[in-house]
């Protein structure tokens, strides 16, 4: 992880504690262009809007209408938490290049669980995953 990715997740976390606040889980999200720009960035929803509103999920969303494409690649994903289940099979079905986390979810995570959709690479008909970076925050 370098300076770049750092920032990029200190906003992360800023955006984690706007989603406490508001009683949701604690966890953002942002959505970065190969290029570094900022696509999309969003903080968990889930509690107090949508079961489905979950930071990775919010950005993936955001960045496919801005792109009017489900093609991610070359994007990097940063997330506070480890992507569960459902985000690791966004990332994976709109090709996200990377994903940067800084704490595990173990038990659903898409890495760290006993069923890593995220770093999987034996999936029948599925490109390779993204590269990953635990940053351990």
């Known amino acids: 992880m370098n300076d770049a990715d750092e920032s990029l997740m200190n906003r992360c ?14 966890v953002g999200s942002l959505l970065v262009a190969a290029n570094g720009e900022i696509i999309a960035e969003a903080s968990e929803q889930n509690r107090t809007k949508d079961l489905f509103a979950h930071a ?4 993936i969303q955001q960045a496919i209408r801005i792109r009017q494409s489900g093609d991610l690649t070359g ?3 940063l997330t506070t ?24 979810t173990f038990g659903v995570g898409g890495v760290s669980s006993n069923y890593p959709i995220l770093s999987a690479n034996d999936i029948e008909n599925w490109k390779a995953g993204p590269v990953i ?4 925050k």
């Open 133 to 136: 970076v635990f940053c351990g």
């Open 75 to 77: 994007c990097t994903l």
């Open 13 to 26: 976390f800023e955006l984690a504690g706007e989603a406490e606040q508001r009683g949701d889980t604690a």
């Open 81 to 104: 938490n480890e992507p569960c289940f459902l985000c690791s099979f966004a990332i994976r079905r709109t090709l996200i290049s990377r994903v940067i986390f800084a704490r595990r």
């Open 56 to 59: 990775e999920l919010l950005v």
